[in-house]
């Protein structure tokens, strides 16, 4: 089973070249923003305590995010693959994805980044404001402190890769098509 993990700061276009790269190879994708939100709108305890974090443009504690990705794996035994978005976030959830697979005697495949500068990260969050209802996209100071969040405790999450052969990166800068010719050539 192959794991892959895409990873980049937000506005990089994560979500984008998931859904193209889930048409191409059939991945199963699993954003664990997508799934905040879903919990989010459904009201749940969990979506109550995930809101007032995201909107401030905080992560949200470890523990939650690696339930929901341990029942993602549970729960889709048959899939030819994972593709996860927005996780890990930091090097502990990281470290609780490699013990998780290494009890089904898997392993992370790679973790593919795509590159943007932080003024391309407002630029490309203040056109998704307009384009989805996200209320984390619109206030100038939640998207100052996703961009601090992300340089934290994020980018750590490189080196584990790293240190593991299992970092590529692209140059995220140009359209969407540049893009996925590039994050395709790695899969
Ligand atoms: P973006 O595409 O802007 O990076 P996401 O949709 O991936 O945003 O995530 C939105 C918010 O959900 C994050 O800012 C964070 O608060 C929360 N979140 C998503 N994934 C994680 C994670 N793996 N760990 C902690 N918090 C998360």
Redesign the pocket.
Known sequence: MKYYILF?????G??TQAKLLVEKYGFHHV????L??KEMAAGTELGLK?KS??EA??????E??VGMIHSEIANNPDVIGFLF??????TA?AESLDAMLKELGQSVTSCLSIAISDDMVAER?AN?AMIEN?P??TKPEVIAN?IK??HEKTEPVMNYYKAQNKYSEVDGSGTIEETFVKISALV
């Open positions: 980049g700061p937000p506005g990089a994560k979500g954003s664990t923003g997508d905040l939100r995930a974090l995201i443009g905080n992560l949200v504690p470890d939650v995010v978005d927005g996780f890990p976030r930091t959830q969050i998704r996200r984390d996209d996703r969040t992300y």
